[in-house]
């Protein structure tokens, strides 16, 4: 067991703030344990008793009848109805919630998101839920909360929190975060072989699955076919005309573009894969495409690939991209258009990073151990011709520095402890 303070502090600050706390992120990162270890932790730390913390866990048999929402809700109103003490409703894995007819307005029915809206009318009851993931999406929480509740997203471990867990050499500990990634449970196994055995199952038994299952997939081999093309194109530019011409090639079938944006859709939704928007630096818009796509753990996107495509740049653009996110910053690919010399080509900035009205320009450089490679990334920076701070992360250098341009130079390793490094 370890800390995730980050996570279990925005639990805190959101307590009794009258609306559902609702824990998002991918599978297995770690939401039921933070709410029901470290936050029930906390609570007892602090003089609630246990007597007020109320625990529904929807996957275990002992609570198979509250997967009824009207059961769910007479049950927690039975404990807390015309009490005086301030309960804590903490709810696991409400997917396994069914909607079941409502006997008053035939035809329609009672989710288990009706239960929750009229249990959070209870002045004395505060209300926290998880979800897998795939079960339990962003735009569930608008729609059917209606804009009363607080959302926490949870990711894999950052690297800082995996290095202070390992607690061993911090260059060691970087390398096997790089191949295997941080979802918690590999902290319990014991060496390389249990590691790629659980990511690779995980991948297929759970995430895989969860996707077909909620989206009721029919080709689940094109969603894979899909999935194994972003898995070696990461930090690369591509759209879903693209991906479609790609696997019409591979399978020689027709295939409907449709079916593949839908499914990529469905990739980003179950929070397994980010997408990363192309910003034009100077003319202040957005292109539709193409864009890049990320993926939330990058254990999960080296088991696709058997663990046999190491490329270090894209893997490390893809760490970059997700560490930017965990921080709370906006972050889009820039574009700057090079029009010296009757040139008219566009180059790019690999993160346009935002914080309310600051904003970084970050470049990734694995290695830049030759001139034409300094130049090239120096030239998109430089190419910004703004006051914004400017930034290259690299891998080969032993400390950060300014330039004589006023760039700032980073190491990987420090910029990934280091949560307040960037000028931000």
């Not at 059917?144 to 060691?172: C, M, T, W």
Request: some cysteine.
């Amino acid at each position: 067991m370890f800390n995730r303070n980050l996570y279990l502090q925005k639990i805190i600050d959101y307590m009794w703030d009258g609306q559902i706390k609702v824990i998002t992120g991918i599978r297995r990162c770690g939401k039921s344990t933070l709410l029901f270890e470290l936050f029930y932790k906390y609570l007892l730390k602090n003089n609630v008793s246990a007597d007020c913390i109320i625990k529904i866990q929807l996957d275990k048999r002992s609570f198979a009848k509250y997967r009824n929402p009207i059961a769910l809700a007479e049950y927690v109103e039975s404990l807390v109805s015309g009490k005086t003490e301030q309960f804590y409703l903490f709810i696991d894995e409400i997917q396994f919630c069914y909607p079941v007819p409502d006997a008053d307005n035939p035809g329609y029915e009672i989710t288990v998101y009706d239960m929750l809206n009229e249990l959070k009318d209870y002045k004395n009851l505060d209300v926290y839920v998880t979800g897998s993931n795939s079960k339990m999406l962003s735009k569930d929480i608008a729609t059917e909360f209606r804009g009363r509740s607080s959302q926490i997203h949870v990711y894999p471990l950052s690297f800082s929190e995996y290095h202070e867990a390992k607690n061993g050499d911090k260059r060691d500990d970087f390398d096997q975060y790089m191949l295997y990634g941080g979802l918690p449970y590999l902290l319990h196994l014991k060496n390389e072989v249990q590691y790629k055995q659980y990511l690779s199952s995980l991948f297929e038994e759970v995430y895989i699955k969860d996707i077909v299952e909620r989206n009721r997939i029919e080709r689940r081999d094109v969603l894979e076919n899909i999935l194994d093309l972003l898995s070696s194109m990461i930090s690369s530019l591509t759209n879903p005309l693209n991906l479609t011409n790609s696997l019409k090639s591979v399978r020689n079938e027709k295939l409907s573009i449709n079916t593949v944006s839908d499914y990529i859709g469905y990739c980003k939704d179950a929070f397994l894969l980010s997408e990363a928007k192309r910003y034009d630096v100077k003319g202040k818009h957005y292109f539709d495409y193409p864009n890049k796509y990320y993926f939330t753990d990058i254990g999960l996107r080296n088991a696709r690939l058997g663990f046999r495509q190491f490329d270090s740049g894209h893997i490390m653009e893809n760490l970059i991209y997700n560490e930017l996110l965990l921080r709370g910053y906006s972050v889009d690919v820039g574009v700057v258009v090079d029009r010296r010399k009757g040139a008219n080509a566009q180059k790019e900035i690999d993160f346009v990073v935002n914080h309310g009205d600051k904003r970084v320009y970050i470049q990734s450089a694995w290695q830049m151990n030759t001139d034409e490679k300094i130049a090239s990334e120096l030239d998109s920076l430089k190419l910004a011709k703004d006051f914004f701070a400017k930034v290259i992360i690299q891998n080969d250098i032993p400390h950060k520095f300014l330039d004589d341009d006023g760039i700032m130079h980073c190491n990987l390793i420090d910029f990934l402890l280091e949560p307040n490094i960037l000028p931000l």
